[in-house]
Structures are given as structure tokens and as C-alpha cells.
């Protein structure tokens, strides 16, 4: 059929995946973190208090405080690249891209922050993606993570007049292909220590405990993960939750407590991993490796390695890879 000499262009045919984490401020100063974190705390699905309530606490009290300490944490593991983050999910991205082929158009965004989940769906439908996999980058699920990230998207869609079709992808936190990474990883790093670990600590973001009790899996799903892997790696794994913020009870033990009782009890040689991570960030790279292993030798600890998040190393792309194709099914020849 030949078209009208006045049809405009139009460009269809394309699949897209988009991948998806967190997000990060611009820079690490002060006014960038609370332009970051007025977003990232007025997500209903992270912060489920009223906002009648919320806001005049957030605006008067957090975003006044808290920027200048989070500012000062970035800086600590700010890169060339910019955020570890950011500069981690864009070059997965890259990675993925030269595997899946030129049949498949990957982009990144961030759910707070740049580049917007909705400028880049905007961005994929330009260039023809009338098929795109949202791919959370979040092993576990939990409302205030993937949950919101479907969130966001949904409502972008809902902004448009043409959409392409959607899938998402499942979490992936007992998918054998990502135990299995995990598992290949932790021996590697543990295998270049000099020093043999007398515990594993395996240590998850932290959620309130009211989430468990509101049906989020997420807890269950953290613990499954810590099992499969402690099955594959043939050793215990102690399992903590990190990053708590504000009051309330959160899900337990704490990271911060795990490492002193761990001192306490005798195991002087520790390695930490953080399964629930796909790139390293503000909370493994900061929180984690400079401020646990303080926490871990003021307790009487002596030795204190945190092993790397899976990133673009080629254990990690061979499973995203793996586990975005399973996903493309149907839609990639």
C-alpha cells in the first residue's frame, strides 16, 4: 500500500528494553541531594505517612538536615563518571546493548532523578520501540522498588495517545541464573582475599516491618535469596537488613548491629555482600565498605572485606542478558 504523498513519518517496528534503578542526585552537594531527596521522599510508596502529615516534616525538618550529610557521604564515592550508580547502569546498558544485538534498542533511567523513566520511554518511542521491556533492576520485589518504578512508567503511558506494549520484568531474587551469578561472584571475590572470612554477611536494604504485615514480600524474598545462595556457596550465610531512616520498626537485625555482634561473638574476619543490589552504590559503596568496616572495627574486629554488587562484570551482564532474552520471548526472533 502506498501511502499519501502528506503522511507524516512515523517510525514502528523496534523493541526497546529499558532498564531501571533508583536514582542519584546531579552532583554531590548539598542543593543537588535535596532536589534528589524531596522526590524520593514524597513517593507515597516509600514514605506511606498522610502528606498532610509528611510534607510539612519533610519540607521543615529532613530536607534542611539532611542534605548537607548525604551530600558529604556522596562525595566520598563520587567518580569521574559522576554518581557510581548512574555511571554502573549506564554502562550495563551499554553492555547489554552490544549482546542483545542491533535488533534491540536498550536504554537506562533512574525512578528519582535523571535520566526520567518518562523521558526515556518518550525517547525509546521515537525511534520506532512500538515493544518495550521494563526491566526494574531490583531483585526482590517490594512496592516502594519495582512497584513504584510501574508506577511512574504507567503514568508516562498514560500521557500518550499511541503507547507501545509494556512487559516488566519479574523479580529475579530465586531465579537459578541469578543464584548462580551471585554464587560465581562471592567465590571470586572470597578467593582473591588474603584472609579466609569466618562469616558471611549477606545484607539487604532495609524496610519498615509494617510492610511485612501489609503483604510486600519483600522480606520473604530476601531471605529466600540468602538461602538458595548459602545452598549454592555450601556455607552460612548471616543475613541483615541496612539503611534505615526516620523512627518505627524496621525489618531485623540491623547491618549496624549484625556487625558488632559478629565482633562480639568471636568472628574477628568478615566478608559482606549485598544480594539485593545490582550495582553498587551510595549504600554498599559508603554505608557498607567505609562505614561498616568502621562499625565492624570499633566492635573489635579485624579483618573486613565488602565484595562488589554483580555491575557490568561479565558474571553479572551474562545474567541480565540471560534474564532479559527469557523476557523478549515472543517479541525477539
Not at 502506498?2 to 503522511?7: L, S
Not at 523479580?171 to 560465581?184: F, G, K, Q, R
Not at 549484625?258 to 550495582?279: E, H, N, T, V, W
Request: aromatic content about 8%.
Amino acid at each position: 500500500m502506498t501511502r499519501p504523498a502528506d503522511h507524516p513519518a512515523i517510525r514502528i517496528g523496534r523493541i526497546g528494553v529499558l532498564l531501571v534503578n533508583l536514582g542519584t542526585p546531579d552532583a554531590p552537594t548539598a542543593q543537588a541531594v535535596r532536589r534528589y531527596l524531596a522526590e524520593f521522599l514524597s513517593d507515597r510508596r516509600v514514605v506511606e505517612i498522610p502528606p498532610l502529615l509528611w510534607q510539612p516534616i519533610l519540607r521543615g525538618i529532613v530536607l534542611n538536615v539532611r542534605p548537607r550529610k548525604s551530600a558529604h557521604a556522596y562525595a566520598q564515592v563520587w567518580t569521574e563518571d559522576g554518581s557510581p550508580l548512574a555511571s554502573i547502569t549506564r554502562r550495563q546498558a551499554t553492555a547489554l546493548a552490544a549482546r542483545l544485538g542491533d535488533g534491540v534498542l536498550v536504554d537506562y533511567a533512574m525512578r528519582y532523578g535523571s535520566p526520567s523513566i518518562a523521558s526515556r520511554i518518550e525517547a525509546m518511542k521515537a525511534q520506532g520501540c512500538d515493544r518495550i521491556l521494563l526491566a526494574p533492576l531490583y531483585p526482590q520485589y517490594s512496592g516502594a522498588t519495582t512497584g513504584s518504578v510501574a508506577d511512574k512508567a504507567f503514568e508516562a503511558l498514560g500521557a500518550m495517545r499511541w503507547q507501545p506494549a509494556i512487559r516488566t520484568l519479574p523479580p529475579y531474587y530465586d531465579h537459578s541464573v541469578h543464584i548462580e551469578a551471585l554464587a560465581a561472584s562471592a567465590r571470586e571475590g572470597i578467593a582473591a582475599l588474603d584472609f579466609e572470612p569466618d562469616a558471611i554477611l549477606a545484607t539487604f536494604h532495609g524496610m519498615p516491618e509494617r510492610t511485612l504485615h501489609l503483604g510486600d514480600p519483600y522480606h520473604c524474598q530476601c531471605q529466600k535469596t540468602a538461602r538458595l545462595l548459602a545452598d549454592a556457596l555450601g556455607r552460612k550465610l548471616v543475613v541483615s537488613f541496612q539503611s534505615r531512616f526516620g523512627g518505627g520498626k524496621w525489618l531485623e537485625p540491623s547491618t549496624e548491629d549484625m556487625l558488632a555482634r559478629l565482633a562480639q561473638d568471636g568472628k574477628r574476619k568478615i566478608a559482606l555482600i549485598a544480594p539485593g543490589f545490582a550495582a553498587d552504590c551510595l549504600e554498599t559503596l559508603e554505608e557498607l565498605a567505609i562505614r561498616g568496616k568502621e562499625q565492624f572495627e570499633a566492635a573489635g574486629g579485624e579483618r573486613f572485606a565488602y565484595l562488589p554488587c554483580l555491575n557490568d562484570t561479565p558474571i553479572g551482564m551474562a545474567m541480565l542478558e540471560r534474564l532479559i532474552r527469557d523476557e523478549l520471548q515472543g517479541w525477539l526472533a
